[in-house]
């Protein structure tokens, strides 16, 4: 009768028992009502909802990024710690649970009296009552550090893809340059075999032929610098994919490259659940205000239930014919007194620590916010320098041209034809490098709306 009372007395506690600490609210953070340059209405959607094969369309460049995300160092060890933090979640869950227990015993004794045996086979389990949610409180804070840990994996999935684009932007820009300084040297060796012949029929002079020499010089040394950086580029790239130094397949070239019609930055709102790093953040600060429920809970009694039964018996030989079953049953309450402060200062630590992550989240907010408007910026002036860059580059291009005609006819002296063919040459590259810093501009902005971590 009394083991019933316990048992319905025990339910009952459980049943009304609470979980002190305070419950979670994601904390009051403002939000612009639209990003700085944005579209003066925004929409709901976001280019950072796009899938990063939907963006990058070019699939060689799907392919390396296919493979980095298979295979690269970081992504690999982000993996392991979703796993850590899941056997941690798991690990501390099972508090909330029955702990159960088989022991095993022989020995066999022997002094001055007789000999004394003991053998038996005995279950015990034990079970805290989570009265004031202590272990429910640890239980909530190892699953946001689950969900944090998640969302680090997706952030660190974000940075392979902007790696992997931007350099291999870089590469095709390397690309682009190279062989505009190779299609000048053709003609820079063409003009350099004119001049001397015009030396050699005595119309020219050694000044001129020497200049149209260093223009083929000149670009001979930018050949060398631009291939040194393809290849270095293309280490870093394979590198990312955990590969050996080697070369890397290109797909379309710089100018054929995807470019969306529209960037849609989308609502700011929305940007707190599509950024994992800020997700991540939200998630530090949920699990930092549940260990100050725990650290609370610790001020109330805890109460842990305990039984053990099972067969002993006095003869080795005997198990069957003597052994008799014995059990035990009983109840701890550990109720605190007195510790010299300890609790109450886990307490306060618990409580300064949740202010520290409080100030760490409306930072990442923040700074969400600022990135995507340098971004939207950056990209929109990225594009204007670009159409500037390829009008002057064609200006280049025709005064290059007439140069070399007017010193054909005679009008004028190398020294116009050496200028302008290195403004033409100059020109074509700063061309590519706008056109390289556009598609790099797109792929920040892709990166900081939160876009390229869907798998």
């Not at 028992?17 to 340059?37: I, L, W």
Request: hydrophobic residues 40%.
């Amino acid at each position: 009768m009394i083991r019933h009372r316990i048992a319905w007395l025990t339910l009952a506690a459980v049943a009304t028992g609470c979980t002190v600490g305070p419950k979670y609210k994601r904390p009051d953070v403002p939000a612009p009502p639209q990003f700085r340059g944005a579209e003066t209405n925004p929409a709901a959607a976001s280019l950072g909802e796009l899938k990063w094969f939907d963006l990058f369309q070019d699939e060689a460049l799907r392919k390396l990024i296919q493979q980095a995300l298979a295979a690269n160092y970081n992504v690999l060890i982000a993996a392991q710690r979703v796993e850590e933090a899941q056997g941690q979640f798991q690990a501390t869950r099972s508090a909330l649970f029955p702990q159960l227990n088989a022991q095993g015993v022989a020995a066999r004794q022997g002094t001055k009296s007789p000999t004394q045996s003991v053998v038996g086979g005995f279950g015990a389990a034990s079970w805290e009552i989570d009265l004031f949610g202590k272990i429910r409180r640890a239980t909530e804070a190892a699953r946001a550090d689950l969900l944090a840990t998640k969302d680090n994996q997706a952030a660190v999935t974000i940075a392979l893809v902007s790696q992997v684009a931007t350099s291999y932007f870089q590469l095709l820009e390397y690309d682009a340059e190279l062989q505009y300084v190779r299609e000048s040297l053709v003609q820079r060796h063409k003009s350099a075999e004119l001049v001397k012949a015009r030396l050699e029929g005595g119309v020219g002079s050694k000044l001129d032929y020497d200049q149209a020499l260093s223009l083929v010089y000149s670009a001979d040394a930018s050949a060398a610098l631009l291939e040194k950086g393809i290849e270095q580029t293309e280490n870093q790239i394979n590198f990312l994919l955990a590969r050996p130094p080697g070369p890397v397949e290109r797909g379309k070239i710089l100018t054929d490259q995807y470019q969306p019609p529209q960037v849609p930055a989308g609502l700011p709102s929305a940007l707190l659940d599509r950024r994992p790093d800020v997700r991540a953040s939200e998630q530090q600060l949920v699990a930092a205000n549940a260990r100050v429920g725990v650290a609370k809970a610790a001020f109330f009694p805890s109460i842990t239930l305990t039984a053990a039964g099972g067969y002993q018996s006095a003869d080795l030989l005997g198990i069957v014919n003597r052994a008799g079953f014995a059990y035990s049953m009983g109840g701890t309450v550990d109720l605190p007194i007195f510790d010299a402060g300890r609790r109450q200062g886990n307490y306060n630590t618990a409580k300064a620590y949740y202010q520290e992550i409080l100030v760490n989240y409306r930072e990442a907010v923040n700074g969400a916010f600022h990135d995507v408007s340098d971004s939207l910026v950056g990209y929109q002036k990225a594009k204007e320098y670009r159409v500037a860059a390829q009008h002057f580059t064609e200006t280049l291009r025709d005064q290059s041209h007439m140069a070399n005609l007017r010193y054909v006819g005679g009008v004028s002296s190398y020294l116009e034809v050496l200028d302008t063919e290195r403004q033409r040459l100059t020109g074509e590259q700063q061309l590519a490098q706008a056109e390289r810093d556009e598609l790099l501009a797109l792929v920040l902005l892709y990166k900081s709306l939160g876009g390229g971590w869907q798998i």
